[in-house]
């Protein structure tokens, strides 16, 4: 690659996207549908989707990965320590940013993509679409059988177990399709605000309460002996509250200025690392080893229930995010290239509409099925997180350097970290099903379908 292509790289060109070839030479098969931008020229459009400001990238992509995530780290201090955790965190934080990076230079190189799926294509052809396509929409019904799952937990937990489990995941189910029916990431972003404010305030509130109760579950203990398969499904809660990487192209191609997603980018990591790392270790240290998963259940009962009041709308609208991107993904996948997807008729509502419902029945049904809130982020980030936050990414860059990987020191040494990022990948993929799958089997506190109280 010459220089001057890997100028073209960089964020800060004054050049426009319209003036690179969006695909290398060894690219020249691609479909028609692919060799333009996702959503193509919207100036008469009815609906125009290429409407976001940076910031508003940035508040959606905290909103999606801020949440549910954040919950289960102080109970994964208590499986392994303060010092391993807090290094684990702060270090996959880094380790998450840089990926997050290298998918916005995939998507700067080839502004076609709008999908994982679409970048699965360019990398291993059609094969490597339909395998990668089909594990994005499943990440994204697992993550969103989370926010369902924590619902009911919440929903539980303010009502006294008012009524049936089952009926609470229904709601939840109800509220996300609702929220889900604009078919823009613009009006999506105003609900996003809201939830950023009260996933914030949440953990706040659960911090203060921890720290004036004291409920002292045990004292906190700086390094903890355990056994490996807690102490990995430890490394993949960590992991999971980095998840947001499967949804990173859908924002970028709905940016005004895609250039500017390092701004976002770090909008959303610069947040994540300092909150994780403070509230998991504050909540952490006052509730000790019997801190509950998700955290806002340490606080004392009045506390607890402010507390999830407060978390009420990221519960409901974090999920919905990561339910549009999904949506989105399919929406487009089928009507790429065509007046429907831009038209308000009502075929192109009856389609999207359509969509929502089959993605979030089968999103709930996943929630009541795994119940074990844990468990349940173990397992998604094994199957999933791990390639798209890890394993991905560190194949996209070897990908665009192509034949450079010893061309200079600097080269080198970039070329060992991103082999070093897939293996990782494989890894987290290979022992975290292991460990999600021993914990699944031997978890027998809850079951499956049940009106039972979950937040106990």
């Known amino acids: 690659m010459a220089s001057s292509d890997v100028k073209d790289l960089e964020y800060g060109l004054n050049r426009q996207d319209s003036e690179r070839p969006p695909f290398d030479d060894n690219l020249k098969e691609e479909p028609p549908q692919l060799e333009v ?18 910031w508003q990238c940035g508040i959606l992509m ?23 955790a807090i290094i684990l965190i702060v270090g996959l934080g880094i380790v998450t940013t840089y990926s997050g990076y290298v998918i916005g230079q995939f998507r700067q190189k080839y502004p076609s993509v709008h999908s994982m799926a679409d970048a699965g294509y360019i990398l291993l052809g059609p094969i490597g679409r339909h395998v990668i396509e089909v594990g994005q929409l499943l990440f994204f019904l697992f993550a969103c059988g989370s926010h369902l799952l924590t619902f009911t937990v919440m929903m539980n937990t303010l009502t006294d177990h008012g009524t049936c489990s089952i009926v609470f995941g229904v709601v939840g189910l109800i509220l996300s399709l609702i929220f889900s029916l604009p078919r823009t990431m613009k009006n999506v972003s105003w609900l996003a605000v809201t939830s950023f404010l009260s996933i914030f305030t949440a953990v706040v509130v659960t911090m203060i309460g921890v720290g004036v109760e004291r409920p002292g579950y045990g004292e906190m203990q700086l390094f903890r002996k355990t056994n490996f398969a807690t102490g990995f499904t ?14 990173f192209f859908g924002f970028i191609a709905e940016m005004k200025n895609p250039r500017d997603f390092p701004k976002s980018l770090c909008m959303l990591q610069g947040f994540e690392i300092i909150l994780y790392t403070v509230a998991s270790a504050v909540i952490y240290r006052y509730a000790g080893q019997g801190v509950a998963s998700p955290a806002l259940g340490s606080a004392g009962p009045v506390v607890r229930k402010v507390a999830y009041g407060i978390a009420i709308p990221t519960i409901v609208i974090a999920g919905v995010v990561l339910g549009h991107v999904a949506i989105k993904n399919v929406y487009v996948r089928m009507l790429r290239g065509t007046e429907m997807m831009h038209k308000r008729d009502w075929r192109s509502n009856g389609v999207w509409i359509g969509m929502a419902v089959v993605f979030w029945v089968i999103a709930w049904v996943i929630a009541e099925a795994i119940p074990v809130f844990s468990n349940l982020l173990s397992l998604v980030s094994a199957l999933f997180v791990s390639w798209f936050t890890f394993g991905l990414p560190g194949a996209f860059w070897l990908y665009i350097y192509k034949g450079e990987y010893f061309s200079s020191p600097a080269k080198i040494l970039l070329t060992l970290a991103n082999v070093g990022l897939f293996i990782f990948g494989v890894l987290i993929c290979a022992l975290g099903l292991w460990v999600s799958g021993v914990a699944i089997h031997n978890d027998h506190s809850h079951s499956s379908f049940t009106c039972a109280n979950n937040a106990i």
Request: charged fraction near 15%; charge should be negative.
């Open 37 to 54: 931008d996702p959503f193509g020229a919207e100036d008469t459009a009815e609906i125009k989707y290429k409407t976001l400001a940076w």
């Open 62 to 84: 905290i909103a999606e990965t801020v949440s549910v995530g954040v919950l289960s780290l102080p109970a994964t201090l208590a499986s392994v320590g303060l010092v391993p």
């Open 234 to 247: 430890a490394v993949t809660n960590i992991v999971f509250a980095y998840c947001g990487h499967p949804a």
